[in-house]
């Protein structure tokens, strides 16, 4: 058991690694997007077969998270399972490819960057077709200052979710219980929204999606402020706004890492935001010290680089030190 924990601990560290160098593939096979069918898959079934009542979209909804979850850990187990039986280093290397997949450090930083680059080369709306690959609002109705307030929160809150999450349940669990998670923070993305389509049918995806998020963000945190630290940020501005601002969001978890964000940078995040045409009253992240820019981008690029490397070595080393002492 030790010596599978230990090739379990080099596939996060390879996964990271190869992350670091390839980015996220960008493929319709990516076992992300094959759980996004699955979910709309199921999602198309599971309302034919139950009544669209309250009582039946809470049902369908429970259904539904509990044979996504299911299958995503279930059908990784089952490979690595097999893997591992038939040769150890061949386990080793399927479980640090399933890992890879599950890393979003380089495509984050690609992808802001790119939002910048358009907004320089380009113009404001270059900016807002760019933003508009990593963001799920309206981004149309943005200004210049607008699209580089969403880029920034982006990478701020997908570090939680994007990087430090899976990061932390590779660790524990492997790639089985990286994909389980995963499997909860797509169902979420797709299904945990409060319009009327989605109200009670993805009201247990976005519940779940809480839970399994709890501590992560809140520790996601932590690093990124000793990341702000590293780079040269504010990381004493940093905490304060963290400690002030980490609830001013619907979501127990987003404003966790926003707020650091925003501390680090010295500028005002979050607010009211249009998705599917429909304006949402937020309240403000941060103190409006000055008028963000488009270097804010690049710096918390840096920021959450150096807490992602920080928090891969941290926790590394903490769960090699306890394989330590159980070997």
Not at 4 to 12: E, H, M, N, T
Not at 13 to 18: N, Y
Not at 55 to 70: D, F, K, R, S
Not at 294 to 301: E, G, K, L, S, Y
């Amino acid at each position: 058991m030790w010596k599978y924990a230990a090739g379990s601990l080099l596939a996060v560290v390879l996964g990271f690694l190869a992350d670091a160098v390839f980015g996220d593939p960008q493929t319709a096979f990516h076992p992300i997007c094959l759980i996004g069918d699955l979910i709309a898959w199921l999602e198309k079934r599971i309302r034919k077969w139950l009544p669209g009542t309250k009582g039946g979209e809470l049902v369908g909804g429970g259904i539904l998270a509990l044979l996504v979850v299911a299958l995503s850990a279930g059908i990784p187990a089952l490979l690595l399972c097999g893997a591992y039986r038939l040769n150890f280093w061949l386990g080793v290397t399927l479980e640090a490819v399933m890992c890879f997949f599950l890393f979003a450090v380089k495509t984050l930083c690609r992808e802001s960057a790119n939002v910048a680059r358009a907004l320089r080369g380009e113009g404001l709306a270059a900016g807002q077709r760019a933003v508009a690959r990593i963001v799920g609002r309206d981004t149309q109705v943005l200004d210049e200052s607008g699209v580089i307030r969403a880029a920034v929160e982006t990478v701020a809150e997908n570090f939680s979710d994007g990087v430090f999450a899976p990061m932390l349940y590779m660790l524990l669990g492997g790639g089985v219980l990286g994909f389980a998670y995963k499997s909860v923070n797509t169902m979420d993305s797709m299904v945990g929204y409060k319009n009327d389509r989605y109200l009670y049918f993805g009201r247990i995806a976005a519940r779940l999606d809480d839970v399994v998020n709890y501590i992560p963000a809140r520790l996601a945190a932590l690093f990124l402020i000793l990341g702000a630290y590293l780079t040269g940020l504010d990381g004493k501005k940093a905490w304060k706004i963290w400690r002030r601002d980490r609830r001013n969001h619907a979501s127990p978890n987003s404003a966790q890492t926003e707020a650091v964000a925003a501390g680090a940078l010295h500028v005002r995040l979050a607010g009211d935001a249009w998705y599917f045409g429909k304006l949402h009253r937020k309240p403000f992240i941060g103190d409006d010290l000055r008028p963000i820019e488009t270097d804010d981008i690049a710096r918390v690029n840096r920021m959450m680089t150096a807490a992602s490397v920080l928090s891969l070595a941290v926790l590394g080393t903490v769960k090699a030190a306890v394989l330590a002492l159980l070997a």
